[in-house]
């Protein structure tokens, strides 16, 4: 590099032993500055910081007047120093004042300097600060010298990061880093939770940022590639990764990436300029982050995960660290802060400690947001890059119900937020005192109430809730979290546990239901154009006979003499339910062929979710013992809008008049047979929905174990027989104009009712 002292190894080494001096924060960044005019030979060398007010504050100078430091201030876009941190790319120019962008700040004295370059300082892709070096003479600072300069602020930005610059900033004022934030994402379950920042795949952290012998750390560096690429070539060939699936298209531009010649001519370069392999990692992926965060194209953002995930592997290949947190010890209310995460990766954490989850992606049908509903865990997905934005320890709020994130709370939302758990954990305590109290209305109406399950970890809520029992209990969620197909006795192992814990009260096993949203890795699958409505559920299980029969046994076998009740999901047709009846009785029969015993008494009951089914209740009806209603999928089909697609899953009212009279339709048939009824879907949980429910003549309500509580205090206040009344007479085929949840919310006044 033509016009700087001894490279740029000679400035970091220099910067290093500067960093182990006993100085204070000002006199350190002083001597920083100094030490990089004397090495680019530049009459002046500045750095500016990005304030949390958005403003970037001259913290120190070499050259400019010293006057003007911690009293030039430039906004973002504003100057070339503003430019250079809202586009987060380096400035070279010969003749800086003729430039249109040039901001003059005569407290500076800057006015005989025309030479200019300026880089941004970037941590994770945003932009900390500014570094700027300028000479009287017209001259262009070439490529090396950019690097340099980018080098050097890979420095500078670890040293803002970790520095303690108090003292130096104004009271009132942060710097840009630590400033509060706020997420908008996507609600996955209710609730609020406080804590601290726990990343589930953290960043690596790199201590050795200067190479002592730059062809030793590439040769670290290709043998870490090598590592990386043989391991995902590895994956990749592994014999149970399906051909379409997400995660092989992953790993295909993990690979694309890891072989790309221009990525790894960065890495080297960087090496090259004195940095070690690990800060070479992180300097590149830093300066490719910068950009492609301000690209609109979804595809490119989508491109820069895998860039990161990519460089985070490289970088645990580099260092020996482990893969993620997993079972480590968390601290108290700790929210875990992940890109996207399995079900099973979840359960390995210590849920006494673990109060809430923020992913990057994920919506609510994802498999961990189902698995962290079944734990009545506060979970919020699709908060763009907050795991870029946070740190471990960072203090953390999840508004569950409104989606919201806020990471380092300012104090009067934390303390907004306080004062909203104390109210919750009042009204928490409150429900737990109707814990005991029979579920009946004002006017005698006994409602028996159940919890949704599918986890051992969640049964021992009934306790805590006082439900009568377990309405819906999805095996599935076993298949989502294991790694592969669970073998009959782990299936026993699980049925047991449940039917102990839950002691006399009933638990209802709905068979297995995958496919459409619920993929299990382990099992092939084409892809579908509709899964929804495609290969899933019974379907499946009747088509892949020794599936069921494995389920059905392991069921059969968990009872031993107990009651047993099971659930069929999905039934299209009424000869679907008795070809899993045959089943069923041909798997009670080995049992006793086998001397094993038999459930005492055996209940098999069919889940109406596909409206074909209500036009065949008469058919159905006399041969199942009891039957649920699956309103998630019923009212989807029923209105052709996918409940995943947010343009039209909210166009159609679930207790519209169309969907109460065809949910009241399976109640009228079910009365007739005499046969028990239960809804099962989220309709049930929701105060207004579940009092619609009641007023067809709904009296089994099977719901997430957070909303016994509300849903039981509505029963205890409420007369139904006149609400009944006024329905009954809104859903006559002369009823016009009348919406069914205005009338539900009239009542709800006029009773005065806890909603």
């Given amino acids: 590099?033509?016009?700087?002292?001894?490279?740029?190894?000679?400035?970091?080494?220099?910067?290093?032993?500067?960093?182990?001096?006993?100085?204070?924060?000002?006199?350190?960044?002083?001597?920083?500055?100094?030490?990089?005019?004397?090495?680019?030979?530049?009459?002046?060398?500045?750095?500016?910081?990005?304030?949390?007010?958005?403003?970037?504050?001259?913290?120190?100078?070499?050259?400019?007047?010293?006057?003007?430091?911690?009293?030039?201030?430039?906004?973002?876009?504003?100057?070339?120093?503003?430019?250079?941190?809202?586009?987060?790319?380096?400035?070279?120019?010969?003749?800086?004042?003729?430039?249109?962008?040039?901001?003059?700040?005569?407290?500076?004295?800057?006015?005989?300097?025309?030479?200019?370059?300026?880089?941004?300082?970037?941590?994770?892709?945003?932009?900390?600060?500014?570094?700027?070096?300028?000479?009287?003479?017209?001259?262009?600072?070439?490529?090396?010298?950019?690097?340099?300069?980018?080098?050097?602020?890979?420095?500078?930005?670890?040293?803002?990061?970790?520095?303690?610059?108090?003292?130096?900033?104004?009271?009132?004022?942060?710097?840009?880093?630590?400033?509060?934030?706020?997420?908008?994402?996507?609600?996955?379950?209710?609730?609020?939770?406080?804590?601290?920042?726990?990343?589930?795949?953290?960043?690596?952290?790199?201590?050795?940022?200067?190479?002592?012998?730059?062809?030793?750390?590439?040769?670290?560096?290709?043998?870490?590639?090598?590592?990386?690429?043989?391991?995902?070539?590895?994956?990749?060939?592994?014999?149970?990764?399906?051909?379409?699936?997400?995660?092989?298209?992953?790993?295909?531009?993990?690979?694309?990436?890891?072989?790309?010649?221009?990525?790894?001519?960065?890495?080297?370069e960087a090496i090259d300029n004195g940095l070690s392999a690990e800060a070479a990692v992180e300097r590149v992926q830093n300066d490719t982050r910068a950009r492609m965060m301000r690209q609109t194209d979804p595809y490119i953002r989508d491109r820069l995960h895998d860039l990161d995930d990519l460089a985070n592997r490289l970088l645990r290949v580099l260092t020996g660290d482990g893969p993620a947190m997993g079972g480590k010890e968390l601290p108290d209310n700790a929210i875990l802060v992940a890109r996207n995460m399995g079900p099973a990766e979840l359960l390995e954490y210590d849920r006494t400690k673990l109060r809430g989850l923020v992913l990057e992606e994920g919506g609510a049908t994802a498999h961990v947001a189902i698995v962290a509903r079944s734990l009545g865990m506060v979970a919020v997905g699709q908060a763009q890059s907050i795991v870029s934005m946070c740190e471990t320890g960072d203090d953390i709020i999840i508004d569950g119900p409104a989606g919201a994130v806020y990471l380092r709370p300012t104090p009067d939302i934390e303390q907004a937020y306080i004062d909203k758990v104390r109210v919750s954990a009042r009204r928490r305590a409150h429900y737990a005192a109707l814990r005991d109290k029979p579920s009946i209305t004002r006017d005698g109406v006994e409602i028996t109430l159940l919890h949704n399950s599918g986890l051992v970890a969640d049964l021992p809520m009934l306790d805590e809730t006082g439900a009568a029992g377990v309405g819906l209990f999805r095996t599935e969620l076993q298949f989502m979290i294991a790694s592969k197909l669970p073998r009959l006795h782990e299936q026993v192992e699980l049925y047991s546990q449940a039917m102990a814990i839950a002691g006399e009260r009933p638990v209802v096993f709905r068979l297995l239901d995958i496919g459409g949203d619920k993929v299990i890795p382990y099992m092939r699958s084409m892809a579908e154009e509709n899964p929804a409505m495609g290969y899933r559920s019974i379907r499946l299980g009747l088509d892949r006979p020794g599936l069921l029969r494995t389920q059905v046994r392991a069921l059969l076998l968990a009872a031993d003499g107990r009651p047993l009740k099971i659930l069929v999901p999905m039934v299209t047709e009424t000869f679907e339910f008795r070809q899993v009846r045959l089943v069923v009785h041909r798997e009670i029969d080995r049992l006793r062929r086998a001397g094993k015993p038999t459930p005492s008494r055996l209940e098999l009951g069919a889940m109406v979710e596909v409206p074909s089914l209500l036009f065949e209740l008469d058919q159905l009806l006399p041969e199942a013992d009891f039957v649920s209603i699956g309103s998630n999928d019923l009212v989807q089909f029923l209105t052709a809008s996918d409940r995943g697609n947010p343009r039209v899953a909210k166009n159609y009212d679930p207790v519209g008049l169309p969907r109460l009279r065809a949910i009241r339709t399976v109640v009228d048939a079910a009365r007739r047979h005499n046969i028990p009824v239960t809804m099962c879907g989220e309709l049930a949980g929701k105060p207004v929905e579940a009092l619609a429910l009641m007023a067809i003549g709904m009296t089994r309500l099977s719901m997430g174990p957070a909303s016994i509580g509300p849903i039981k205090e509505l029963v205890l206040n409420l007369d139904l027989k006149p609400i009944r009344m006024s329905v009954a007479a809104a859903l006559s085929d002369g009823a016009e104009g009348i919406v069914i949840r205005d009338l539900i919310k009239e009542w709800i006044d006029k009773q005065n009712l806890p909603v």
């Fill in 1 to 268: 590099m033509g016009n700087s002292i001894g490279g740029p190894r000679v400035l970091l080494r220099q910067l290093r032993a500067c960093m182990a001096e006993p100085l204070g924060s000002q006199e350190r960044l002083d001597k920083i500055v100094s030490l990089i005019a004397e090495n680019m030979r530049a009459d002046v060398c500045s750095f500016y910081v990005l304030r949390d007010d958005g403003a970037l504050e001259l913290f120190a100078t070499k050259g400019l007047a010293p006057e003007s430091v911690h009293m030039t201030t430039l906004r973002l876009g504003e100057g070339l120093v503003g430019l250079i941190a809202a586009q987060a790319e380096p400035l070279s120019l010969d003749d800086a004042p003729s430039h249109p962008g040039f901001a003059y700040r005569p407290e500076t004295g800057e006015d005989p300097y025309y030479a200019f370059l300026g880089v941004p300082v970037l941590r994770a892709g945003q932009t900390l600060g500014v570094l700027v070096v300028q000479n009287a003479e017209r001259r262009h600072y070439g490529e090396d010298e950019t690097e340099a300069m980018l080098t050097t602020a890979t420095i500078l930005a670890e040293m803002i990061a970790t520095s303690d610059f108090d003292n130096l900033i104004k009271p009132g004022s942060d710097i840009d880093l630590r400033r509060p934030r706020m997420f908008t994402g996507v609600s996955l379950t209710e609730g609020v939770a406080l804590g601290t920042v726990v990343l589930h795949d953290p960043r690596v952290v790199v201590t050795n940022f200067i190479a002592e012998d730059t062809e030793q750390e590439q040769r670290r560096l290709e043998h870490a590639l090598e590592q990386m690429r043989v391991s995902i070539d590895a994956m990749l060939d592994h014999g149970d990764m399906q051909p379409s699936s997400d995660h092989r298209e992953i790993l295909e531009t993990y690979r694309m990436f890891a072989n790309d010649r221009g990525w790894v001519h960065r890495l080297s």
